[in-house]
């Protein structure tokens, strides 16, 4: 009997121990959920404002708080594939070897799309041309005819729009003639909008959703109608020619998760593609994948009674 009491005592540091770790990790898991937690979340810079306004009203909606990092696609793609962040919004998915380190750890990636984007090209308001021919930016872009341009701007050499631009003209490099870079989207539209001739290249989020401080820039510079490689008509990035498949540069929006369980990233991916989510895209100037439904009330009778 005394020998089964010190053994009992031996013991119970031991399962108290074992309880508490269980306990604490429970309340770990409780902490992060799909409607509750923190999170960090990279974001493809060209898509920020939009993504911007979508944490603003989740987290007014729930006890959450998501941390947005702008960076260029790049920069993205590398510490996703190093396993140093495991959410993104971007308008492509990791390739087989960027994926290897969560392939290896059996992390099936959750890529939920958002919405669909388009490329835009701006000039000066003052230009006289409104117009620019998808064909003569390519043969451009592969360091031929460089008279057609008086140069094209870009965010960021390792953004996705760059990216994008590289593989229609299926360049491995851009010419170095002709060719300008800044940081960010807003910087393109500032020197286009103070330089005649220029013609910038920038999601078009940025133009229909600009900032306070940067609505006076975006009103000094031009939207350019596209002729696609097909075709002749030339096509406004507009809501509606986007959604019929008219505008030639388009990309589709997802966010990634590789979270190992259902945390926060799963229910802000659940709320973007959501109702609420989508009327918010919709209102960005980019194409939801669903179009939020519209209740209208028919009514028999018209009450003309004033009270």
């Keep these: ?34 409607n509750k937690g923190k999170a960090i979340i990279l974001v493809d810079e060209t898509l920020l404002p939009v993504i911007e ?40 998915e990791l390739t087989k070897n960027e994926a ?21 090209f701006i000039s000066h308001k003052n230009n006289n041309d409104t117009l620019i021919d998808l064909n003569k930016v390519i043969t451009f872009i592969q360091g031929k005819n460089q008279s057609d341009f008086k140069g094209l701007v870009f965010d960021n050499p390792n953004s996705s729009t760059v990216r994008y631009i590289k593989e229609l003209a299926k360049v491995n490099a851009l010419p170095k003639d002709k060719i300008f870079s800044f940081e960010t989207n807003n910087e393109v539209i500032e ?18 959703q600009p900032s306070p401080k940067m609505q006076e820039v975006v009103d000094n ?9 097909k075709g002749n008509t030339y096509v406004k ?27 926060l990233g799963m229910g802000f991916a659940s709320f973007v593609s959501g109702d609420i989510g989508q009327r ?20 028999n009778q018209i009450n003309n009674n004033k009270k």
């Design 237 to 263: 990035p507009t809501q509606d020619n986007i959604a019929a498949g008219l505008y030639p540069m388009t990309r589709e929006i997802k966010m990634l998760n590789y979270q190992p369980y259902p945390g």
């Design 100 to 120: 290897e380190i969560f392939d290896n750890k059996k992390i099936i990636v959750k890529a939920t799309p958002l919405a669909t984007d388009a490329i835009a």
């Design 221 to 229: 510079v031009k939207l350019l109608s596209v002729k696609s490689l």
């Design 280 to 299: 918010i895209i919709l209102k960005s100037g980019l194409v939801p994948v669903k179009i939020p439904n519209r209740n209208i009330i028919i009514r």
């Design 1 to 34: 009997m005394k020998k089964i009491s010190f053994l009992a005592l031996l013991l119970l540091p031991c399962l108290f121990i074992g309880f508490y770790s269980c306990d604490k990790k429970t309340k770990s898991q409780e902490e992060d959920t799909i």
């Design 191 to 208: 020197f286009v909008s103070k330089n005649k001739g220029m013609i910038g290249v920038v999601g078009v989020n940025w133009l229909f």
């Design 53 to 92: 306004d979508q944490v603003a009203v989740f987290e007014s909606q729930h006890n959450a708080s998501i941390t947005l990092i702008g960076k260029s696609e790049s920069e993205i793609v590398q510490q996703l594939s190093k396993n140093k962040q495991q959410l993104a919004i971007l308008s492509r």
